[in-house]
């Protein structure tokens, strides 16, 4: 069995916020994490890093639960 630490939990938040990103801006083009985080743009890069990461890490986490 698959137990959940930290950093499971940590890329299930971040999945989620990229998931609704990408909803709002693909029902109406608008950048929500670059509207919020616009004063830096390295930040905006690293968010976007974090999440493309966290779904890698739900991938690995998906194989471990089929694995029983």
Known sequence: ??????????SFVLVIIGAINWGIFG???FDLVHFI???SDML???IYILVG???IN???FLYCLNKK
């Open 53 to 55: 990461l966290a779904g």
């Open 44 to 46: 905006v890069r690293a």
């Open 58 to 60: 739900m991938i690995r």
């Open 37 to 39: 985080f616009s004063f």
């Open 1 to 10: 069995m698959c137990k959940i630490n930290l950093l499971d939990k940590i």
């Open 27 to 29: 029902l109406f083009n």
